[in-house]
């Protein structure tokens, strides 16, 4: 069973920098990309960044220039660094993983972590 488990959230003031983590585990074959996601609420969930295997990212406006996504194919890791925080990027941030098991492919989703912007 494909489980991914996100760490590195919290408080933290404006202006100021968390890095979060994601690990992938479980009968993976291969790992096509991976993202994070956040959701304030009230509100949908919505693309933060994301990274292809072959290492091509992609990021939301909001983030572009203080967020970096990068990852570590041979753990199956992601990684978010976020710089430069602000009151609005207050959410829970999910990863996501499109994987390749011996029985399918699918999206996976981990059970979040709560990042707050608050002075």
């Known amino acids: 069973q494909v489980q991914l488990v996100e760490s590195g959230g919290g408080l933290v003031q404006p202006g100021g920098s968390l890095r979060l983590s994601c690990a992938a585990s479980?009968?993976?074959?291969?790992?096509?990309?991976m993202g994070w996601y956040r959701q304030a609420p009230g509100k949908q969930r919505e693309l933060v960044a994301t990274?292809?295997?072959?290492?091509?990212?992609n990021y939301a406006d909001s983030v572009k220039g203080r967020f970096t996504i990068s990852s570590d194919k041979a753990k199956n890791k992601v990684y978010l660094q976020m710089n430069s925080l602000k009151p609005e990027d207050t959410s829970v941030y999910y990863c996501?993983?499109?994987?390749?098991?011996?029985?399918?492919?699918?999206?996976?989703w981990g059970q979040g972590t709560q990042v707050t912007v608050s002075s």
């Open positions: 996501n993983a499109a994987v390749s098991t011996s029985r399918n492919a699918n999206h996976y």
């Open positions: 479980g009968g993976i074959l291969s790992i096509n990309a």
């Open positions: 990274i292809s295997s072959g290492g091509s990212t």
